[in-house]
């Protein structure tokens, strides 16, 4: 990139903000926006954010768009659920339809806008696995990435210096190495609702909301209920709103699909960034 200014929009979805920005004329390389994601994310010297989106052109054909998310540290992602539908709600005002599909690495999304409420469909089957990690017992339940999910009391939601001590022993335990995990907290409310604190890997500390980890919390409360086989939706309350998470249980395989992420995509404001 020469020296110049990139235009960007600063979005935020239940809490979690981002910086995004349109690649498709810009056509910044992959390794460049890894180098520039921690500039950008850093809240003292940059815009400010818990991940940098690249909207691009799907030069594959294979879907409408591609979303491109890095972490504040540069890393990649395997997904990122409250990004995904800030980029779905930003490429509306560039013109795209209110229903499309979105590529993330080899996968495929579907996104549907409404107002400032996005629903983002998961191209995912995935199942809930008791572990025990050293001395914890924790669910594994991947959501297009690596998530653990730890049930604990409500009151222990509100001591935040014990969440991050704990998030970041899973988070580089030996066991999910090389590529780490992210560590959601959660407490229900009722069968339908729960609370929750994600240790999010990359941001390395609590963000005030996970759209992936919202999904793998809300089917490890399915799974220790054992609510048994059907259509469900969740409420899962975190600290930035509540995201609603909908899904189907098949009982004779285990596994969890027909999964949608619902919830807010708020526009806070848009601006030149000097490179």
């Known amino acids: 990139m020469d020296n110049?200014?990139?235009p960007f929009i600063?979005?935020?979805?239940?809490?979690?903000?981002?910086?995004?920005?349109?690649?498709?004329?810009?056509?910044?390389?992959?390794?460049?926006?890894?180098?520039?994601?921690?500039?950008?994310?850093?809240?003292?010297?940059?815009?400010?954010?818990?991940?940098?989106?690249?909207?691009?052109?799907?030069?594959?054909?294979?879907?409408?768009?591609?979303?491109?998310?890095?972490?504040p540290d540069g890393s990649d992602a395997g997904m990122c659920g409250n990004g995904a539908r800030c980029f779905a709600a930003?490429?509306?005002?560039?013109?795209?339809?209110?229903?499309?599909?979105?590529?993330?690495?080899?996968?495929?999304?579907?996104?549907?806008?409404?107002?400032?409420?996005?629903?983002?469909?998961?191209?995912?089957?995935?199942?809930?696995?008791?572990?025990?990690?050293?001395s914890e017992a924790v669910l594994n339940v991947y959501t297009n990435t690596e998530h653990v999910v730890c049930p604990v009391q409500k009151d222990q939601l509100e001591d935040e210096k014990q969440l991050i001590t704990d998030g970041r022993y899973l988070r580089y335990h030996n066991h999910y190495q090389p590529v780490g995990t992210n560590v959601n907290f959660i407490a229900g409310v009722n069968s339908d609702e729960l609370c929750l604190q994600t240790y999010e890997r990359g941001v390395e500390n609590l963000t005030l909301a996970c759209g992936t980890g919202a999904i793998a919390s809300a089917l490890a409360w399915h799974y220790l209920q054992q609510s048994g086989e059907g259509t469900f939706s969740y409420n899962v309350k975190v600290r930035g709103g509540t995201l609603n998470i909908h899904f189907d249980f098949d009982e004779t395989s285990g596994n969890?699909?027909?999964?949608?992420?619902?919830?807010p995509a708020t526009f806070v404001f848009e601006g030149n960034y000097y490179i």
Do not use: W
Request: proline fraction near 3%.
């Open 4 to 6: 110049s200014t990139l």
């Open 10 to 71: 600063k979005m935020q979805g239940a809490g979690n903000d981002f910086v995004l920005f349109d690649n498709r004329s810009l056509k910044i390389g992959d390794d460049e926006l890894s180098e520039i994601a921690p500039v950008l994310c850093d809240r003292k010297f940059g815009v400010g954010g818990d991940g940098l989106i690249a909207l691009c052109y799907d030069t594959s054909k294979k879907a409408d768009l591609v979303m491109v998310y890095k972490n």
């Open 90 to 134: 930003y490429a509306v005002t560039l013109g795209s339809p209110k229903a499309f599909s979105f590529r993330v690495h080899d996968k495929i999304y579907k996104a549907a806008v409404d107002d400032q409420n996005v629903t983002i469909s998961f191209p995912l089957q995935t199942e809930v696995i008791e572990e025990k990690v050293g």
């Open 256 to 263: 969890y699909h027909n999964i949608k992420l619902e919830g």
